[in-house]
């Protein structure tokens, strides 16, 4: 296995933790932990930049509620801060989780990943459901 070298010290970069903060908070500005947070944003980010070099960053601080749509599902939401370090993980692993080469991977991703054009995604689509619908 390849293996990447001072990926902690990329993802703790107080520059890529404030673009994870912004990624973060799109569509959430409104909400009282984003707007408490981006009071503090500079303290906040380098508390969590000094927890998560020393190791004290602790996860799994998720709240629970239920949707009924259309069956009903628990679903369990991380806290802003840990979605601002969910964010800055993947501003810099994103494409290396793209590129890696998984045996069983399945060549159409439908998942539109940021290296792929949805354009190619929506023609895989439509050729695959022309292919499985019966005439």
Not at 26 to 51: A, E, P, T, Y
Request: proline share 4%.
């Amino acid at each position: 296995m390849k293996r990447k070298g001072y990926i902690f010290e990329q993802i703790a970069d107080p520059d890529n933790l404030r673009q994870a903060f912004w990624k973060a908070q799109i569509g959430k500005s409104v909400k009282k932990d984003v707007i408490d947070f981006r009071q503090h944003l500079d303290v906040n980010l380098m508390q969590m930049r000094n927890q998560l070099m020393d190791g004290s960053f602790h996860f799994g601080k998720y709240h629970y509620f239920s949707i009924y749509d259309p069956k009903e599902r628990v679903i369990c939401a991380a806290d802003f801060g840990e979605r601002v370090v969910h964010h800055a993980i993947m501003n810099i692993c994103a494409v290396d989780f793209e590129n890696r080469q998984i045996p069983y991977r399945v060549k159409t991703n439908f998942s539109c990943p940021v290296s792929s054009k949805m354009s190619n995604n929506g023609q895989d689509f439509l050729a695959l459901t022309q292919f499985f619908t019966p005439n």
